[in-house]
C-alpha cells in the first residue's frame, strides 16, 4: 500500500467518522429528547430504537458474511475474507445487544426476562451459529484453510436461517401464545414522531456498521501487510 | 454414472469392512445412546410427566450425541496414516467420497437407531408397533438431516486441532430445525397423527435434506483440498 491511498484511505474515514458522530447525535436527541414518553408502556420503550436498529444491523451484516463467502469461494481472493470476518464480528457484537436490550424490555413489559417466543428463539440460534462460525476462525491458522473453512461455514449457516424461521414459528404455536407485540403490531400502531426517531436511528447504526467495517478492514489488511514485512526480514537475514 | 456409483459404493464398502474388522464404533454408539437415554430417566419424575411427551425429545437427544460420536469417528479415521489423502488421490470426483462417507454414516447410524428403539418402547412403555410404518420414515428424514449435514461438517472439522470440540459447536445450533422437526414429528405419531396431517413439518425436513446436499455438493470441493 503506497502512501497516497493510505492518505486517502484516512480521509474518507474521518468522513465517515465526522457523519457517524452527527448522526448518532442527532439520534440520541431524538430518542431521549424529541420523540415522547410511549403511554402504557413508559420510558423504557425507548430502547425499542437501539433495539430494532441492532437488529437490523445484525441481519444485514450475517448477509454480508454470505454474500462475501460465495464470493470467496469463486474468486478465492483474500479481500472477501477479510469482509467476511469483520461483518461476521461485527454482526454477532450487534446480535448480542439484540439479546441484550431485549430482556431489560422484556422484564417491565412483558414481567420475564425471556420468553421462548420465535423471534426470540431465532436470535439465539442466529447469535450460537455466528460464535461458533468466529470461534471456527479462531481455532484455526490464518491462511487459506481458515478462509475456505469459514466460507463454507458462512453459507451453511446463512441457509439455515429460513429453516429455523419455520421450525421455531411452528413449534411456538403447538404452546399457548405469550404476549408478544409482533412488529405488525409495532409498525401500525406507532406514531409519526416515533417512526422518525427510528429512522433516524435506523441511520446511525447502518453508518456505524460501515464505519466499522471500514477500520476493520483496514486493520486486517495492516497486518497482512506485517506479516508480509516480517517474512521479507525473516528471508533476507 | 455407473462409474460413479462403484465408487462411492467401494467407499461404504471400505467403511464396512473396517467397522466388521474393529467392532468399535456401533457397540460404542449404542451404549452411549443408551446411557443418555437413562441419564434422562433419571432426571425426570416419570411418574409426573407423561411418557409420551418427554419421550420423544429423549430419544432424538439420544440419537443426536450418539451419531456426533460416529460423525466424529468418520473423518478422524481416514486422518490417521493419512488415509484422507490416499482417498482423495484416488481418481474419482470429491463429491464421490461426500456421498460414501454419507452413505455410510447413515447406515451405522441407521443400525444403532433400529437397536435403540425396542429398547425405547420398553422403557417409556409405549407401543411403537402400531405406528411403526410412519415413525421410521420421521426417523429416516431426520437422520438423514442429520447425516448430511454432519458428513459435510465432519469433513471440516477433522482437520482441526481441537476437532471433537468444535463438531458439536458448528454443528448443532445449525441442526435445531431438524431436531424441532423430528422431535415435533415423533410425538404427534406417538398420538396417532397419520404423517399427512403434519405434511409441514415433512416438507421442512424434506427440503432441509435436499438443500444441505446440493450444498455440500457445491462446496465439498472446496473442504476437501490440500
Redesign the interface.
Known sequence: MNQETTEELNEESYILVWLTGIVFLFAMAAIFLFVPTEQTEGPVQRIMYIHIPSAWLSFFAFFIVFTCSILFLWKKEREWDIYAHASAEIGVIFCSLVLITGPIWAKPIWGTWWVWDARLTSTLILWLIYVAYLMLRAQTEAGFMRARYAAVLGIVGFLNIPFIHFSVLWWRTFHPQPKVISSEGFGKGMETSMLITLGISLCAFTLLYFLLMGQRVRQEKLKDEIDRLKREQLYSS | MNLYLNQIAAIVWKDFVTELKTRELLSAMFIFALLVILIFIFSINLSIVKASEVGPGILWVAFLFAGTIGLNRSFMLEKENDCLMGLMLVPADRTAIYFGKLISNLIFLSIMELFILPLFMIFFDIDLLSHLGPLLVVVFLGTLGFCV?GT??SS?SS????REI?LP??L???L???I??AV?MTGQILDGTELSDMM??VG?TA??DI??IG?SIM?ID??L?E
Open positions: 449435514l459435510l461438517l471440516l482437520n482441526l486441532k481441537t468444535m459447536i458448528l448443532y445450533p445449525l435445531i430445525p431438524i424441532i422437526a415435533r409441514k413439518w421442512l427440503s432441509f438443500i444441505y450444498v462446496t472446496h473442504i483440498e
